[in-house]
């Protein structure tokens, strides 16, 4: 079955707390994202990654960090969290190319940092 | 630069159809996405239109496209309970381009009364 796998579900930790929230994908895409999403706000890009090696910010890529050694795994790095952090994230991935692509999505992890 | 709107509340009565509405900025956008989240869950996606088109039908669902106002609307006949969720539009950003990046609306709440 095609499917993004995010781990954990849930999370809370405490400010300062390095973590890291995996995100590994069976279809052999290329493209791979992490969104954020909060209320109001909608999902809004972190960090993407077009291929392996190849990692770029989104659009509020502050206090993130990410990897793509291989291409099924994105990772998701939080070195010193802190409160405003708190949210719901989003793996995506999706393939390259012309025409219409679709993006599948991850179960999302809850982050609470306290 | 690009920018997605959406009112982030609609209620309606089971049996009556809703019409969820979207705006956006980037007039170079190729696909336009309609996704669903219900609660708990991650995004699915529900529909996609070329620019290309004016209206494109999904058994329940049609999705309208005015290129002219860069608006676009979902509109679900007979709407079920099973239909509350939140409704991102989305658009994908590069223009014509596949930079497999999304860019979404706040996300509009179905409510839907029995």
């Known amino acids: 079955e095609a499917q993004v796998t995010q781990n954990p579900r849930y999370l809370i930790t405490v400010t300062g707390k390095k973590l890291t929230v995996t995100c590994s994908q069976n279809?052999?895409?290329?493209?791979m994202s992490w969104y954020r999403q909060d209320p109001g706000l909608g999902l809004r890009q972190i960090y993407y990654?077009?291929?392996?090696?190849?990692?770029d910010k989104g659009d509020v890529p502050e206090g993130y960090k990410v990897s793509r050694k291989e291409k099924r795994n994105f990772p998701l790095i939080l070195e010193s969290p802190s409160p405003n952090q708190t949210s719901l994230y989003f793996c995506?991935?999706?393939?390259?190319?012309?025409?219409?692509?679709?993006?599948?999505f991850g179960q999302g992890t809850r982050l609470t940092v306290v | 630069g690009e920018d997605v709107e959406q009112s982030l509340f609609l209620s309606v009565r089971e049996g009556d159809s809703s019409v969820i509405n979207c705006t956006y900025t980037?007039?170079?956008?190729?696909?336009l996405y309609w996704y669903k989240q219900e609660p708990g869950a991650g995004l699915q996606l529900l529909t996609y239109?070329?620019?290309?088109?004016d209206m494109k039908q999904d058994q329940r669902l049609t999705v309208l496209l005015n290129k002219k106002d860069k608006h676009l609307s979902l509109r679900i006949a007979d709407t079920q309970t099973g239909d509350s969720a939140i409704y991102f539009c989305?658009?994908?950003?590069?223009?014509?381009?596949?930079?497999?990046?999304?860019?979404f609306g706040q996300g509009t709440t179905l409510q839907v009364k029995p």
């Open positions: 239109i070329f620019s290309n088109m």
């Open positions: 279809m052999n895409h290329e493209y």
């Open positions: 995506a991935s999706s393939p390259l190319g012309g025409g219409h692509t679709e993006a599948f």
């Open positions: 980037d007039s170079s956008s190729t696909y």
């Open positions: 989305a658009e994908r950003g590069g223009g014509s381009s596949n930079t497999g990046k999304l860019i």
């Open positions: 990654s077009m291929n392996v090696e190849v990692t």
